[in-house]
């Protein structure tokens, strides 16, 4: 499995973007998605992820109701949305792909995804 990020780039404070995830080599209708940021000096952190199902879980509480986590598995694609972005959410995003058990689970721990994209840089500034 491929993973192909895109969509980042330079936006004003209060605005949005859409990241989005391409997979190739393999269908992801057999995988849980997730999406990671890191900056310089910091740990990798989870952001949001996506069962099978369809269902997604928070991991940052500074995103919640204003990022979304989709996926279109007939596009082979998850997407990020982004909206009202803060300079703290400035980072390099990585979406990741996993295979847990679970059809309704998505893990939060970026060591636990095999899977990983080469990441797209944000920067929120004015």
């Known amino acids: 499995l491929q993973l192909v990020e895109s969509g980042g780039g330079l936006v004003q404070p209060g605005g949005s973007l859409t990241l989005s995830c391409a997979a190739s080599?393999?269908?992801?209708?057999?995988?849980?998605m997730g999406w990671f940021r890191q900056v310089p000096g910091k740990d990798r952190e989870g952001v949001i992820c996506i069962s099978r199902r369809g269902s997604s879980t928070y991991h940052l509480d500074s995103v919640k109701g204003r990022f979304t986590i989709s996926r279109d598995n007939a596009k082979n694609t998850v997407y990020l949305q982004m909206n009202n972005l803060k300079p703290e959410d400035a980072a390099i995003y990585y979406c990741?792909?996993?295979?847990?058990?679970?059809?309704?689970?998505?893990?939060?721990?970026?060591?636990?995804?095999?899977?990983w994209g080469q990441g797209t840089q944000v920067t929120v500034s004015s």
């Open positions: 990741a792909a996993d295979t847990p058990a679970g059809a309704t689970f998505c893990a939060s721990a970026a060591p636990l995804y095999p899977w």
């Open positions: 080599g393999d269908t992801l209708d057999d995988y849980a």
